[in-house]
């Protein structure tokens, strides 16, 4: 018998009459066959047993299998009918279950159909009497038996990775759960959320927020590489949607994220994705105030535009606090750098030394070096910026400085635009 009913009508009457009659004669002793083969299978797939109520799937894929095919070929039935039995879709939803690859559950039909193809061939004789008919009996079960299996295994495959995906999606959808209830402050019990998110949630929580413009970004490759680089193998990750993902790392001390300390971190970030750290904190009070900081560092980095691919919090803090409200931002840089408050070239050469000379407390060689000029250039530009400002860059250091930080930060954001120059 071949794989179609077309083939079947080619072959000799009395060949088709002897393919049927066996077919019928093994359908009498289905449960035998289907206890023996899950035996077979056993010896070599030990996993088949590891339950019993794996077990008894187990055995119920061979037997309705077996009855399936062996019916077909009894009518004649063409093997593109064949679909996969119930029995054999909850097996391979079972195996998904139980996490066991899709290559381990595809073993049970090239084991069952070896077991097949053994018996067949061991007892052709006491099922074929006629040497004649034999061989183009057993050629023919098996080439259908073969068109079988890769039929049917195919949709047991197809079911094994839909089950897979919906796991997948459920234990997602509860991480995600837990960890906006977590962020939101609600009443959790930890070791449970521990186990929920499959992240420890004592000792040091550094929070991280990926996103970038593009669909096609690898964040979760990301969000892995930031969790490497602090030695955190399995960061806990969250997306936020498709462009957009929340991380946290587990360290038993507090990472450095200094610029030195990130500096490796760099050259491993997509040109397009940009990353935002929230502070180091204990516990899970951490978790969450490390999470927050990173989302308002997203929202700075956001303001400023495009600039470095990775931003600490602890550098824009002071930034983050006083651009809550921009308009009131705008309003403090003007009051506090004056004509220095506009959009252009010399005065953003003239803020620059002005802010190197505050960083360095009023060192003119620091402030050279820092930005790479002659110690006169800078106290020449010094002396530009406080002609334009107003006033000397002593008066209302504190002020100042903090003008002068929230300018470097977030630039025209909070600048009079040269075109509104006075």
């Known amino acids: 018998m071949g794989v179609s009913a077309g083939e079947q009508a ?37 996993e088949a047993g590891a339950d019993d109520d794996l077990r008894g799937l187990t055995l119920g894929s061979c037997s309705s299998n077996l009855e399936a095919v062996l019916s077909m070929v009894r009518h004649g039935i063409d093997v ?24 381990v559950m595809l073993r049970f039909y090239r084991i069952g159909h070896a077991y097949f ?8 004789t006491g099922f074929v009497p006629d040497p004649a008919l034999a061989l183009p009996v057993v050629a023919n079960l098996q080439s259908y038996g073969f068109a079988y ?102 360290t038993t001390h507090s990472p450095d994220l200094t610029p030195e300390g990130l500096a490796p971190l760099l050259d491993q970030v997509p040109a397009m994705v940009r990353i935002s750290l929230g502070m180091p904190a204990r516990g899970p009070g951490g978790f969450r105030s ?55 070239r010399r005065e953003e050469e003239e803020r620059r030394a002005l802010l190197a000379v505050l960083d360095a407390q009023g060192g003119l060689a620091a402030a050279a070096e820092e ?8 106290l020449q530009r010094l002396r530009r910026a406080e002609e334009r400002r107003g006033r000397l860059a002593t008066d209302r250091v504190a002020e100042l400085h903090a003008a002068l930080r929230l300018v470097q930060v977030l630039g025209p954001v909070v600048l009079t635009p040269e075109s509104d120059r006075p």
């Open 80 to 103: 593109s009918a064949a679909t996969a039995p119930a029995t054999a879709l909850e097996h391979a939803r079972a195996m998904a279950a139980r996490g066991y690859s899709v290559d």
């Open 10 to 46: 080619g072959l000799p009457e009395a060949l088709v009459i002897e393919l049927r009659r066996t077919a019928a004669e093994l359908l009498g002793d289905v449960t035998a066959y289907a206890d023996d083969m899950l035996g077979y299978i056993l010896e070599r797939i030990p």
């Open 290 to 344: 490390s999470h927050a900081q990173a989302q308002r560092g997203r929202r700075i980095v956001e303001l400023a535009g495009p600039g470095a691919p990775v931003t600490s919090y602890a550098d824009i803090a002071l930034v983050d606090t006083m651009s809550g409200d921009l308009d009131l931002a705008r309003a403090f840089v003007a009051a506090e750098l004056g004509a220095l408050a506009v959009v252009g």
């Open 371 to 378: 930005l790479g000029v002659h110690r006169n250039t800078v």
């Open 117 to 124: 193809s053994e018996r067949l061939l061991s007892g052709i």
């Open 149 to 250: 299996v890769d039929r049917i295994s195919s949709e047991v495959a197809i079911e094994y990775v839909a089950e897979l995906d919906r796991i997948q999606n459920r234990v997602r959808a509860a991480r995600t759960d837990a960890v906006r209830g977590w962020i939101a402050g609600d009443q959790v019990d930890l070791r449970r959320a521990e186990r929920t998110l499959s992240h420890r949630l004592t000792g040091w929580q550094t929070a991280f927020v990926c996103w970038t413009d593009r669909d096609d970004a690898d964040l979760g490759r990301v969000g892995s590489t930031i969790g490497a680089h602090f030695g955190a193998l399995h960061p806990l990750l969250v997306p936020d949607g498709v462009q957009a993902l929340w991380g946290w790392v587990s």
